[in-house]
T-cell receptor, first 112, second 115 residues
Framework: DQQVKQNSPSLSVQEGRISILNCDYT??????FLWYKKYPAEGPTFLIS?????DKNEDGRFTVFLNKSAKHLSLHIVPSQPGDSAVYFCAAGETSYDKVIFGPGTSLSVIP | EAGVAQSPRYKIIEKRQSVAFWCNPI?????LYWYQQILGQGPKLLIQ????????DSQLPKDRFSAERLKGVDSTLKIQPAKLEDSAVYLC?????????????FGPGTRLLVL
């Protein structure tokens, strides 16, 4: 039972363009969402988060959008850079202090 | 500031053997987590410690997996006996006592292959 889904295993984008990574969830109790970035042979690192009281959170080139009625969130990276090439995990929990459930990840390749 | 340290980085064993992984969290972090990441899946929480007490071990297969954090600092995760399906990356993470998930820092992981 996958509570957090990332239906695109991989994505390729040209440098300078926008990358859009999508995430869907099924548990209506989830109120806190995070994105992590993972390089090969390293652990995931926190990127950006959003709580359900907001529909958008922005941090530099990274913006997360939340559509709670559709149980959908997306991560936008603008402009995309080659250093953004990594696996991106979406995660969700009931609060920022609760256990989070991770999606399976999307591998992003930014082509120079 | 030193990050979360894990060892070994790689381990290959045969099924039914035992194996142990070690984690040293960031200094001062009271909360320590062990995750299992199977290829193609996201990390799954196995156990969470706060100091040397267990907060959540609901997804730890207790018939074969055990973990301890005796002095509230470093931790070991053991599998005995290992099965083929235990092949995964085992990630350790730590966070400060009052920190949310944003303050959770992951180690590089131990990649386990069970043959």
């Amino acid at each position: 039972d996958q509570q957090v889904k990332q239906n695109s295993p991989s994505l390729s984008v040209q440098e300078g363009r926008i990358s859009i990574l999508n995430c869907d969830y099924t548990n209506s109790m989830f109120d806190y969402f995070l994105w992590y970035k993972k390089y090969p042979a390293e652990g995931p690192t926190f990127l950006i988060s959003i709580s359900s009281i907001k529909d958008k959170n922005e941090d530099g080139r990274f913006t997360v959008f939340l559509n709670k009625s559709a149980k959908h969130l997306s991560l936008h990276i603008v402009p995309s850079q080659p250093g953004d090439s990594a696996v991106y995990f979406c995660a969700a929990g009931e609060t920022s202090y609760d256990k989070v459930i991770f999606g399976p990840g999307t591998s992003l390749s930014v082509i120079p | 500031e030193a990050g979360v340290a894990q060892s070994p980085r790689y381990k290959i064993i045969e099924k039914r053997q035992s194996v142990a992984f070690w984690c040293n969290p960031i200094s001062g972090h009271a909360t320590l987590y062990w995750y299992q990441q199977i290829l193609g899946q996201g990390p799954k929480l196995l156990i969470q410690f706060q100091n040397n007490g267990v907060v959540d071990d609901s997804q730890l297969p207790k018939d074969r997996f055990s973990a301890e954090r005796l002095k509230g600092v470093d931790s070991t995760l053991k599998i005995q006996p290992a099965k083929l399906e235990d092949s995964a990356v085992y990630l350790c993470a730590s966070s400060p006592l009052a920190g949310g998930r944003e303050t959770q820092y992951f180690g590089p992981g131990t990649r386990l292959l069970v043959l």
